[in-house]
Structures are given as C-alpha cells and as structure tokens.
C-alpha cells in the first residue's frame, strides 16, 4: 500500500498539484430561457506542458479553430465573465464550446478566474477537459493508496470500458497499449485509481486484483469533466488512440475540423531495374560516383512470380498500392536482355492484373529532369555553359517523358490520371545543395500535359507549394531501401548510415547528431532487418497514420522483389492498426490526387481561420458556418445531422468513427452551411 502523503509528494513532483473545485453560482435566468449561441471554437488554457501541448496540437492539425492562453505570459488576458460570454442580437453568446485546462484549477484555490470558468461553464453546459492531473477525490478519484497505483506506465496495458465504447471512444477496437520503446527511460507517468460517486470511468488498467481508470468523466456541481491522470505527448501512441475521443467528448461531437487515419505506399520505378548496394564497396555502382564500382554493376528487378505475389498479398490484406511506372525503362531491360526473346514475363503479368492497381506517371525512362548533372564527382554537380549559367534539360526534353509513358500507358489499357506525375527522384525540382531552385523549364512542361499534382520528397520539402499551375503533394520515404533486394542487403546498409566510424560504419551520424542516431553495435546482417528495422520503420508509418496525416509513403520495386523486403513492414502497419481500431475507422487508402486535394483545403482553412474570417456556431440544434467565399470548411457532427438545401434537406457528411464529417460549403443561393442536428 502507498502512504498517502509519500505519493502527494510524489505527485507534487510530476507538476500536480492537489487543487480545490470551486462553487458554482445559480444559471442566469437569461441563459436558461433563451437558447444560447454557442460558438464552434475551443479554450485551450496552457501551462507549457505536454500534455496541453499534445491537445493543442490535435486541434490545430484537425481544423479546430482555438484561443491559446498562456499562463506564464504577464500580458495575457485574464479569464472572467467578459472574456468568456456576452450577447449578439439580443442572445447570449458563449465564445467557447469546451475548455481545455493543465488540470482541475490551474490558478489556484480561491481563484477569481477559476470561479468565472466553472460559473460559465454551468451556465452554458460547455465541458472542461483536465489535460493530465492526480487521483484525488477532488476529481471523482480514490487516493491511489486505496487500492490504486502511481508510476510509470510503460508498456501498460489499458482498455476502453463498456462506457468509453458507447461513448467518445466507440471507434477503438478495445486495447489502449502504452508504448515501451527502452528500458531505460520512463516514458510515460500516471496515476490508476478507483471512481467515486459521479465519476464514469472510460479507459481502464489492470490494477492490484482489479482495475482502475486513467481516463473518465466526472459529473459534479452541474458540470463535467474529463479527467485524464497519466501524462503524454502529442507523438506516443495512446494519446493518439486517444485523441479523437477526447476531442469528440469535449465538443459534444459538434465541431469545425474533421479527422481520418491515411495510409498510401507508393510504389516507384515499376518496369524498371533498381541498381544494387555493394556491401564490399559501401556503394551502389552504377548509381552515381562509386569509386572501385565499375564492372560490379547489378540491378534488382521483380519478376512475374513477384508479381503474382504482390496480386495475391493486395488481396489478403484489402490495401491497394499504388504502382508508379517507367514504361520506356522496362522496354530498354526487354531489348537488353535478349536472352528473354523479346518478352518480359513481369510486365505480362502486371497488365493482366492491371486493374488491381492504381497507376501513376513515373516518366518514361526514369531521367533525371533538373540541371544536367556531373555525376563523376561525389556529391554530384550541374552542369554550367560557357557563360556560367546553369544547363537545364528542356522543356521539350521534359514534357516528352511525361508524354511518351502516358501514350505508353494508354496503348496497355492502363487506367491513370494524367494531372498526376512523380518524377524519377523527384527531379526537375529543387535539389539542395546542388540545384537550389526548379528547373525553370519543368513548369511549362507540366502545363503542357495537364498535370496538376506532382509528387515531392517530404524530407526536402514538408510543405505543399506551387510549381507554376501545378501544386507538390509531399511524400514520406520509407527506410527500407531501393538499392536493397534481400534482408541482409538492406541491414548491411542499414549499418554503413547508421553506425560510428569506430563500428566500421560511415559516421554519418556521427557527424550529423541532429538528424540521426548512431546505432549502439551494429545490427546482425542476418537477423537486424526483421529484429530492428521492420518494427522501427513500421512504428514511424503507423504514427503518420495515427496523426491524420494524409501524405503518402513511397518505396521501390526493388521492395517487392527477391527477399521482399517491404511486406513485413506493411503487415505489421497494416495489422496493428486494425488490432487498435474498430471497423468504423478504416484506413483511408487514397490517390495522390485527393491527397493534394485535401493538402490543398487545409491550406485555404487554416489561412482563413488565423486571419479570424470563419464565424461558426450552435443554436439548439442547428449549426451555422460561414467561411470566405471559396473556402471549403471542414465540418464533424453526429450520425442523423442534416444538410439545409435550398429545397429539403439531405444526410450531411459521410460516416467515419462513428460521426459524420466533410469539407462543407453554402449550397446554391446560399451564403452560410446550415445543419440540423437530430
């Protein structure tokens, strides 16, 4: 048992303090007789911890507009009745929808800011989220001491109980895992206690005989809250299983912002041939300067059985990849190889499975579309005329790569869309150090052929941009190599990046600590593929999914050919995410071209909302937005909400984690969305 004054001590020590609630004043006579506006945007009242951190980030990358508060500022505004409410057109208006707080009273006892949160948050029935606080009876908890527990949490083993499944948490599958990435450092803290009275427990953990909760809703004084007793960031695992929920509970399902879990692979360089990694060398011939690398060159291709496979994997794991073609380069391996009689088994069996795919413009021959480049120093150069001005490949020269594989494609009955493109090494784009801007010839081209969505390199260029009529669409690499075609390949190179000089690596991240970390020994080149990097790099894919996060990843053909090293990763994305999620939630497999769609409203939403021009609000049970014109918003209600038409109404939205949510705009002769609300 757990003294109880050692284990305040102890709480005190995490930054918790034991807080006092504060009475609550009578509901106005006002407020109670005339509906309230209530205004669709949250209070985020910030401390500079984590965990507030962790939900402001889920608001701001989910489309919910917010007001920051900062509570280490001397010049902030102070929170009372003014700053919270007042009246349009004669009704009163709540400025905020739900509060979110470092914990139970941030301010202090007796607080004059406290009481005018908990008189408005009575008055008005706006819900308060208690971002990370301590079991006490103050928030509806037992003292930990009676039958509870306080310390780390890693690798805990929590679940959604029947009441979070019925309510805010009903889109997970059940099991809440925190994560327990080393043994080292403790990764995450909290408390496991007993309900008292009023108090409804939504995630629960093993505890003592029994269980306990981490995460419930407290009823009290004619107010709720939900009480969150463990701390996290905005990137650990249970708090993004979490997150949502937390949203969801706090707005009363009802809020600007929408949120999907996505998941696209890329697959690039499909017909063509990848070159190989020398594990002697350190390099890969064939692929730029490698110095000793010439006669050793070797390629990696699939084969038809490859491709029987890949059919047979998309099928039993209902997820489509997305497969990005070098039609000219798969000719040019056909007339090399002559042995084969003129045939390519792989490319016969791709296009009898053609329609099982999305297809992608990948250009013809896999140029590179930049500056002409010096490959015969290492890192490579452009090329510079007689005058000292750059040698750019041309317009023609450009669109004719773009051109000659969608004529290609559609001799093949291949099925694309032609405003996609994703050049061979995102080239023709910005290439720092060596090529700091685009080739000014690539946006003409791109115009020429009508492409409007061109792929980018996410860890050159995170952010989507214009490139003349065209906007990017950022792609995450995944680090499973494309010069790599076994498991012992791809760990030997795994090793040469990621291991100090001393360890007979490159020193790569040695000399670049910021970016990377050496690796302690090198990995077994027999087991380090499956042991280390496949959980690491499925660890990272699944937290872009988890993140709403709709960039797509991209990896190589090499990947599905000879050890296959991309399937390991993939099932073990794939299947834990589907351990973790109900069916209401599925990922979201998308094409490249709705991605850049979606980047796109972001982009405009996010603008108007920081430049205060998005007014949104409930009234009973309507819903009004108004955004500027143009200006898609991004909209979450409850299952049976309806759309105001000119004439009627229709079903709002489409279904996701058990809400409706699209990006939204006033129907014909109209200047605001209006919904109604079952």
């Known amino acids: 048992m757990v003294n109880k004054n050692r284990m305040n001590r102890a709480a005190a020590a995490m930054g918790v303090a034991a807080l006092m609630s504060v009475a609550v004043p009578a509901t106005t006579a006002h407020a ?50 003014a700053f919270l409410s007042d009246t349009v057109s004669g009704r009163p208006r709540a400025k905020y929808q739900g509060v979110v707080l470092p914990n139970e009273n941030p301010f202090g006892t007796g ?17 308060q989220v208690d971002a990370y606080t301590w079991a006490h009876p103050e928030v509806g908890l037992e003292y930990t001491d009676n039958g509870g527990y306080a310390g780390t949490l890693d690798g805990t083993q929590a679940a959604v109980t029947a009441a979070g499944k019925a309510g805010p948490f009903g ?52 107010r709720s809250e939900l009480v969150v007793t463990f701390g996290y960031n905005q990137y650990q695992q249970q708090f993004r299983l979490l997150a949502r929920g937390l949203v969801e509970w706090l707005t009363q399902g009802v809020h600007l912002g929408q949120e999907r879990n996505y998941f696209a692979v890329h697959v690039d360089d499909v017909f063509a041939p990848d070159a190989r990694w020398d594990k002697s060398l350190n390099c890969t011939p064939g692929d730029y300067a490698c110095a000793g690398g010439e006669g050793k060159e070797s390629t990696i291709r699939m084969t038809a059985a490859d491709a029987q496979y890949l059919a047979q994997w998309q099928t039993s794991k209902d997820f489509k990849l997305d497969l990005l073609f070098n039609a000219g380069a798969g000719e040019e391996w056909k007339a090399e190889n002559s042995a084969n009689g003129g045939t390519d088994a792989l490319t016969a069996q791709l296009l009898a499975d053609k329609a099982k795919y999305r297809w992608m413009n990948h250009t013809y021959t896999h140029l590179f579309l930049g500056c002409t480049q010096d490959v015969s120093v290492s890192p ?13 490949m041309s317009r023609a020269d450009i669109s004719a790569q773009i051109r000659d594989n969608n004529n290609w494609a559609a001799s093949k009955g291949l099925t694309t869309d032609r405003t996609e493109l994703v050049t061979g090494e995102h080239s023709g784009l910005k290439t720092l150090p060596q090529q700091p801007q685009d080739n000014p010839n690539l946006a003409g081209a791109l115009a020429d052929n009508g492409v409007k969505w061109a792929g980018s390199d996410n860890s050159r260029e995170p952010d989507q941009r214009a490139v003349g009529a065209a906007l990017t669409v950022p792609r995450y690499p995944m680090n499973v190599y494309y010069n790599t075609g076994t498991n012992a390949e791809m760990a030997d190179e795994y090793n040469w990046i990621y291991t100090s000089r001393a360890d007979g690596g490159s020193g790569l991240c040695e000399d670049n600590p910021t970016t990377s970390t050496c690796l302690p020994a090198p990995l077994d080149t027999g087991t380090g593929f499956l042991d280390y990097i ?41 299947d834990t995410y589907r351990s973790l999620y109900a069916a209401s939630a599925p990922i979201v497999n998308q094409s490249m071209k709705a991605t850049g769609v979606e980047l796109q409203r972001r982009a405009a939403w996010n603008k108007a909302v920081d430049a205060g021009q998005v007014t949104a609000y409930r009234i009973g049970k309507d819903v009004t937005v108004k955004a500027p014109s143009g200006v898609l918003a991004p909209v979450t209600a409850p299952n049976g909400t309806k759309k105001q038409l000119l004439l009627g109404t229709a079903d709002f939205g489409t279904a996701y984690a058990g809400t409706r949510s699209t990006w939204t705009g006033p129907e014909l002769l109209q200047s605001a969305v209006t919904l109604h609300l079952l």
Not at 58 to 70: A, K, N, S, W
Not at 545 to 561: F, I, R
């Open 32 to 81: 109670a007789t005339v509906a309230p506006r209530i205004d669709l945007k949250v209070l985020v009242v910030d401390d500079g911890g984590s965990s507030v951190g962790a939900i402001t980030a889920e608001l701001r990358d989910t489309g919910v507009p917010f007001t920051r508060i900062d509570l280490g500022s001397a010049s902030r505004p102070k929170i009372d009745a």
């Open 111 to 127: 607080s004059a800011e406290m009481a005018a949160l908990t008189a408005y948050e009575t008055a008005y029935g706006i819900r």
């Open 171 to 222: 889109y997970l599958g059940g099991q809440v895992a925190f994560e327990d990435n080393s043994a080292l450092i403790p990764e995450s803290y909290g408390f496991i206690a007993k309900p008292m009275a009023g108090y409804t427990s939504l995630v629960d953990a093993p505890v003592g005989s029994g269980r306990g909760s981490l995460v419930g809703e407290y009823t009290h004084d004619g």
């Open 380 to 392: 490579w150069t452009c090329t510079k005329n007689a005058q000292g001005q750059t040698n750019w």
């Open 534 to 574: 496949v959980p690491a790099e499925a660890k990272t894919a699944l937290r872009h999914v988890l993140a709403n996060d709709p960039k797509p990843h991209y990896v190589h053909q090499s990947n599905l050919a000879e050890d296959r090293t991309l399937y390991p990763v993939l099932n073990q994305v794939l």
